[in-house]
Structures are given as structure tokens and as C-alpha cells.
């Protein structure tokens, strides 16, 4: 199974982007996702994760209420769409799966990995 990210690029503060995963097959039905970041000099950070069913999310206090992470099973894609971004948003994103119920912080405990986009907020 390979993951595959789309979106991202360059953005002004206060702007919106989506950024979108999806896995063949629509495996990520059956997989709890993250959203990381990972900004130059930093460690990867969760910054959305969304549980299997789709029903249980998490975002850590820097992004809550800016970012909304939604799951579609029947299509096997995850979306998260972030508002209100700001200049300290700018890091490559990278989506990744689990094969558990929920996600974890801990980016060692996902086993797939799609590809960074590049988010750029600029001020």
C-alpha cells in the first residue's frame, strides 16, 4: 500500500489550503491517519489525526479550531483542511497510516508514509 498526498504550496496568512491522501484500493478504510509536519530544525510534529471509523479526532492545541481532518472511507481518502494559517504553519506535511484503531503522537508508530507537500505561509 502506498500513500499518495496532494496539495499544499504557497499561501498568505489568514489563506486556507486542503491537503489530501489517499491509498490504493481504499486501503485507508482501514487504517487510523495522521497528519504531520516536520518544519527545518524541528522535530515531526501531529498536527490532525482521525481514528479507523472516522469518528475520533485529535489536533494538538497549535492548530485546534484552524484545522479539520475528515476521513472517507468509501472513497479511502483523508482530507485536512487548514484555515487561518499563519507563517509558523510553513513545514512539509506528510500524511500516514496505522493499521489500529486510533492514532498515536508518535510518528514511529505509523508504518505508511506518503510523500511531503510543502506548505508555505507566507506573512
Known amino acids: 500500500v502506498q500513500l499518495q498526498a496532494s496539495g499544499g504550496g504557497m499561501a498568505r496568512a489568514g489563506g486556507s489550503q486542503q491537503l489530501s491522501c489517499a491509498a490504493s484500493?481504499?486501503?485507508?478504510?482501514?487504517?487510523?491517519v495522521g497528519w504531520f509536519r516536520q518544519a527545518p530544525g524541528k522535530e515531526r510534529e501531529l498536527v490532525a489525526g482521525?481514528?479507523?471509523?472516522?469518528?475520533?479526532?485529535y489536533y494538538p492545541p497549535s492548530v485546534k479550531g484552524r484545522f479539520t481532518i475528515s476521513k472517507d472511507n468509501d472513497k479511502g481518502t483523508v482530507l485536512l483542511q487548514m484555515n487561518s494559517l499563519k507563517p509558523e504553519d510553513t513545514a512539509v506535511y506528510y500524511c500516514?497510516?496505522?493499521?489500529?484503531?486510533?492514532?498515536?503522537?508518535?510518528?514511529?508508530?505509523?508504518?505508511?508514509w506518503g510523500q511531503g507537500t510543502l506548505v508555505n505561509v507566507s506573512s
Open positions: 484500493g481504499r486501503a485507508l478504510s482501514g487504517y487510523s
Open positions: 500516514a497510516a496505522r493499521n489500529a484503531n486510533f492514532m498515536h503522537l508518535d510518528p514511529y508508530e505509523y508504518t505508511l
Open positions: 482521525i481514528s479507523r471509523s472516522g469518528e475520533t479526532t
